[in-house]
């Protein structure tokens, strides 16, 4: 989370630029959504005693565990920053296409199928929004996304194998015979190669710095580690 903030705030302050990386958890986390109450989550006794962290992105919870995430920041100018839903359809479009080549039959649920009303899940792949990718009525893939002065943030979770923790969400490998690998890393380049090529994005594969790992360093201690900002709600 913190090395996401810290590429929105890069391409804020520098618009000819855009990143995007994709990524998987070193433990499973769960990560609550910026405005979700951590006493909601711990009221499940599942989710008491696992590692926890809030997301600068709205949404709801994901449990990271035998899943791909990805984050993709472009600066405001960018024509699919200036509207929410341009920049979720293009991603999710770009991955279900990826999807469909392996012969996995993705596609984005539609206001027909989504939930309204006030009252929402906790967990985000429980949930029903327009813009998820399903496959076979099941989400597999959900994003989130935090707006800053001059950049846009989108980052999501695709759900690639079914968590021993959350047996009723199916991940990909129980959905699609066809799926081949479920291990993230096998994921990781073909995700990351089809969101840059849809948002018209030259990818140039770059290591960060010591520095830049210092600055994400500071702003996870600052921030994501800080029981202030878990425990704000």
């Known amino acids: 989370m913190a090395t996401d903030d810290w590429m929105l705030s890069l391409v804020s302050a520098d618009p000819t630029r ?14 609550l959504g910026y405005f979700q109450s ?3 989550a711990e009221a499940d006794p599942r989710w008491r005693g696992v590692p926890l962290v809030r997301r600068a992105t709205g949404g709801g919870a994901i449990w990271h565990d035998r899943e791909l995430t990805y984050a993709v920041v ?23 296409a990826l999807l469909r080549e392996r012969d996995i039959p993705a596609r984005r649920r539609g206001e027909a199928e989504a939930r309204s009303g006030p009252d929402r899940p906790l967990l985000c792949f429980t949930d029903r929004d327009a813009e998820d990718l399903v496959v076979f009525g099941s989400k597999i893939l959900g994003s989130a996304q935090r707006r800053r002065a001059g950049a846009l943030l ?20 129980a959905l699609a015979p066809e799926l081949g690998s479920a291990r993230p890393a096998c994921w990781a380049s073909p995700v990351g190669d089809r969101i ?27 921030i994501y580690r800080a029981p202030s900002w878990t425990d704000r709600r």
């Open 18 to 31: 855009a990143m995007l990386r994709t990524y998987e958890w070193s433990i499973p986390t769960l990560s």
């Open 38 to 40: 951590r006493a909601e």
């Open 74 to 96: 472009v600066p405001e100018r960018h024509p699919l920053a200036r509207r929410a839903k341009d920049l979720y359809r293009a991603v999710h479009a770009a991955i279900a």
């Open 154 to 173: 989108q980052h999501g979770s695709l759900l690639l194998a079914t968590s021993e923790r959350t047996p009723e969400l199916p991940g990909l490998a």
């Open 196 to 222: 840059a090529s849809a948002l018209g994005l030259e990818a140039i594969e770059q290591e960060t710095t010591p520095e830049e790992r210092d600055e994400v360093g500071r702003i996870a201690e600052a």
